[in-house]
């Protein structure tokens, strides 16, 4: 990845990849359309909801998408790419939301590819979605945003905000209580949306 390669790489990559599963699971045994959730925390979120805007309007549909603390926007250089609409909004790309676990550095962010989430021209038929949000996080405004765009599209969403915790804390110290009752709400979740299928 970066710095070898750039941003639109990985997204290349991601896309390859969900049509190599796609069209391998097209359709189960029984012939009925074969089921793809993705789950990605970060910008492995990002790379999953770029698949899923790429993805409408394709014979390869997915199931479900969970989002933990994406990242859906570039919000480095003052905010110049975030959408006018969330200008006001999108106000946690700031020192104030640093932690140890990721530092807010303005000066150093790193290249964030074109085709940012929250910079779609449309939200409309996206997959039944999971968003899970930290409010200790400066990426947080990212995922707060991308729900207020899902919602007034009229999408699935359910959104879980974790108060006080940092940016995929569940990563860095999955022993805390609550990095399992987070992966648990995640896998209830699933558990749900694959027995209504």
Not at 72 to 86: H, K, L, W
Request: overall charge negative; aromatic content about 10%.
């Amino acid at each position: 990845l970066f710095p070898d390669h750039s941003p639109d790489t990985a997204v290349a990559d991601a896309w390859a990849a969900f049509l190599a599963i796609a069209k391998l699971w097209k359709y189960n045994a029984d012939q009925q359309p074969g089921r793809v959730y993705i789950v990605g925390s970060s910008s492995g979120a990002q790379l999953a909801a770029q698949t899923a805007h790429r993805a409408r309007g394709t014979p390869y549909l997915i199931s479900g998408l969970v989002l933990r603390c994406p990242v859906t926007v570039d919000a480095s250089r003052g905010g110049v790419s975030i959408p006018q609409r969330y200008e006001d909004k999108h106000t946690s790309f700031s020192p104030s939301f640093g932690t140890n676990l990721l530092s807010f550095d303005p000066e150093n962010q790193l290249p964030i590819a074109l085709d940012m989430p929250l910079n779609s021209d449309s939200f409309a038929g996206m997959p039944p979605m999971f968003l899970q949000l930290c409010t200790n996080d400066i990426y947080y405004s990212d995922g707060a945003c991308y729900a207020d765009a899902l919602t007034g599209a009229g999408n699935d969403l359910v959104t879980d905000v974790l108060e006080g915790w940092p940016h995929t804390f569940w990563l860095k110290a999955p022993e805390l209580e609550e990095a399992g009752l987070a992966d648990g709400r995640v896998i209830a979740w699933l558990k749900q949306r694959i027995g209504t299928e």
